[in-house]
């Protein structure tokens, strides 16, 4: 993403998706306020999220209010995953949170200004237009895909779980009309495998993983709205492959997961629900710190 100019009124467009991801004090200098109006899928390593601290920070630092239009978020009905150790964070997770932590774009931005999760504890002058008729159990459509990735609501619904592929060798279905709804790799064994597909470059991802190569896996694209992160994919790859080396992209699956502990237990064959009892304390903890900052119910 570069900078440039809008067409239609000649004011400068400036990416916060490259190299620099936090407005400058120069890039803010002139200006009234800042409105903060994205929309959001819920889950941790959905890098707008990290956008909407950066900006926070920025305002704070620079003493310019900072409003957030809130928006449904379609992964709200839920709260689930590894909770993020702060050692691994990074633009895929900045504060200690769960993989999908269940509240809007305006409640998560409450919580990380109350809590002190801005750096050096600077706080934002922070307005929050809320929603209304609207609760966290809503199905929700979005109209518009929110990047272009995430194509359509399966996608979106299973991006928590297939997601943590982005972490490893497998493809999630990037290079195909089906991002997030498929998985599978040349690696993976063709004999437990009646689905393949073919990753080829689109306006969505230019370099595929395995482009142009035959890929063995499953098509998930008529999976039913889920209410948990699952990791029966992402163990079926793993124990269905010919390397199990060749899974694991150690450093960046970490980052997705925000813990080391995931791809160890997965390596080390625990079953799906012995790795969520593992989760369970640090769930509770935050849904303690969540629940004060819930605007809906």
Same mark, same amino acid.
């Given at each position: 993403?570069?900078?440039?100019?809008?067409?239609?009124?000649?004011?400068?467009?400036?990416?916060?998706?490259?190299?620099?991801?936090?407005?400058?004090?120069? +890039?803010?200098?002139?200006?009234?306020?800042?409105?903060?109006?994205?929309? &959001? /899928?819920?889950?941790?390593?959905?890098?707008?999220?990290?956008?909407?601290?950066?900006?926070?920070?920025?305002?704070?630092?620079?003493?310019?209010?900072? /409003?957030?239009?809130?928006?449904?978020?379609?992964?709200?009905?839920?709260?689930?995953?590894?909770?993020?150790?702060?050692?691994?964070?990074?633009?895929?997770?900045?504060?200690?949170?769960?993989? /999908?932590?269940?509240?809007?774009?305006?409640?998560?931005?409450?919580?990380?200004?109350?809590?002190?999760?801005?750096?050096?504890?600077?706080?934002? &002058?922070?307005?929050?237009?809320?929603?209304?008729?609207?609760? !966290?159990?809503?199905?929700?459509?979005?109209?518009?895909?929110?990047?272009?990735?995430?194509?359509?609501?399966?996608?979106?619904?299973?991006?928590?779980?297939?997601?943590?592929?982005?972490?490893?060798?497998?493809?999630?279905?990037?290079?195909?009309?089906?991002?997030?709804?498929?998985?599978?790799?040349?690696?993976? &064994?063709?004999?437990?495998?009646?689905?393949?597909?073919?990753?080829?470059?689109?306006?969505?991802? %230019?370099?595929?993983?395995?482009?142009?190569?035959?890929?063995?896996?499953?098509?998930?694209?008529?999976? !039913?709205?889920?209410?948990? /992160?699952?990791?029966?994919?992402?163990?079926?790859?793993?124990?269905?492959? %010919? &390397? %199990?080396?060749?899974?694991?992209?150690?450093?960046?699956?970490?980052?997705?997961?925000?813990?080391? %502990?995931?791809?160890?237990?997965?390596?080390?064959?625990?079953?799906?629900?012995?790795?969520?009892?593992?989760? +369970?304390?640090?769930?509770?903890?935050?849904?303690?710190?969540?629940?004060?900052?819930?605007?809906?119910?």
């Amino acid at each position: 993403m570069t900078d440039g100019i809008d067409t239609k009124t000649g004011l400068p467009l400036i990416s916060l998706y490259g190299k620099n991801r936090k407005p400058s004090s120069e +890039q803010l200098a002139g200006l009234d306020l800042v409105l903060f109006d994205i929309q &959001d /899928v819920g889950v941790r390593f959905y890098t707008y999220i990290a956008t909407l601290q950066l900006v926070m920070e920025a305002c704070a630092e620079n003493k310019i209010p900072i /409003v957030v239009l809130d928006r449904p978020n379609p992964n709200a009905h839920y709260v689930d995953g590894p909770t993020m150790e702060m050692e691994h964070s990074g633009f895929l997770g900045m504060t200690p949170i769960p993989l /999908v932590y269940g509240m809007t774009i305006g409640e998560y931005a409450t919580m990380i200004n109350e809590e002190g999760w801005l750096e050096n504890k600077v706080k934002a &002058d922070l307005t929050v237009i809320s929603l209304e008729n609207w609760m !966290h159990e809503t199905e929700y459509h979005l109209p518009v895909r929110p990047s272009p990735n995430l194509p359509s609501d399966v996608a979106i619904n299973l991006y928590p779980s297939l997601g943590l592929f982005e972490g490893t060798n497998i493809n999630a279905g990037r290079g195909t009309e089906f991002q997030f709804q498929r998985y599978g790799a040349p690696f993976l &064994d063709s004999t437990q495998y009646n689905f393949t597909y073919t990753p080829k470059p689109n306006f969505g991802s %230019k370099n595929p993983k395995h482009k142009g190569a035959l890929c063995y896996g499953k098509d998930l694209s008529e999976i !039913h709205r889920m209410s948990e /992160v699952s990791l029966q994919w992402l163990i079926d790859a793993y124990q269905n492959t %010919k &390397d %199990k080396d060749k899974v694991f992209n150690t450093s960046g699956f970490t980052k997705h997961a925000g813990t080391e %502990k995931l791809q160890q237990q997965i390596e080390a064959g625990l079953s799906e629900s012995e790795i969520k009892t593992t989760w +369970q304390e640090d769930l509770e903890k935050f849904k303690g710190i969540r629940k004060k900052y819930l605007i809906y119910p």
